[in-house]
């Protein structure tokens, strides 16, 4: 059951994620933005490539999966099920709560709709990491794209119900900029300044921020903290609902410019 994960930086801010299952040697990658990076650290890293993996289906997340069935024919795709039809070449279309076996690796599919409508999440509780795509970033979470407020407020709460030594695995590079949205809304908080420093400090010395765990997000991540009172206060809505206030949160972020 245990697993290797190998990440690495394409196309501008994309993170891909090669899973490998170190008892059995399977493996799995998550959302190849495109191809060659992925057959580069499969090469290196002396792995034959079982399964590509899709959290949701635009095109940063996609586009590496027919060049890569190209080179790899026996590649299976796995995804979540999607009433359009939307993700390329798909072999293993899973429902919410399945169980998907890497190997000895159980991932448990976590549908999270908002960004997209079939957006997921795979979820391995023995190894404590989720791979969450663009539902929550660092310090941010992603944008709407098909779905209600309430529907991504939905989502991201499960992330946060994870048990908080969780690593999350998001799909991109964003905790400097999300941070520097943060603090707009909850500038007193000491945590999301911890974060930003340390962010500050990894993005220096060319370390990734990712993945960060389910507590500190639930600490600084203002998308995770609609209950805030200091949040409310910034906002001028005292009494709204978490889902109002996410709402809010998410308008403005859709308009703030770093
Ligand atoms: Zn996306």
Known sequence: MALKV????????????????????????????????TMRVLQENDVKLDYIFHTHHHYDHVDGNPPLLKTFPDVKVVGPKDPENRFPNISIELDEGEVFELGNTKFELMVLPGHTISHCAYYSKENKVVFCGDVLFSLGCGKI??????????????????????????????TIDNAAFAMTVEPDNPELHARLAQAEELQDQGIPTVPSLVGEEKKANPFLRCFSDEIRTRLDAKDATDVEIFEKLRRKKDNFKA
Do not use: W
Request: hydrophobic share 35%; charged share 20%.
């Open 6 to 37: 190998i990440q690495f930086l394409v196309l501008d801010d994309n993170y891909n994620y090669l899973l490998v299952d170190e008892d059995t040697g399977k493996s799995a990658v998550v959302d190849p933005s495109v191809a060659l990076p």
């Open 145 to 174: 794209f098909e779905g209600s407020y309430e529907t991504m407020y939905n989502s991201l709460q499960r992330i946060a119900g994870l048990p908080d030594d969780t690593q999350i695995y998001c799909a991109h590079e964003y």
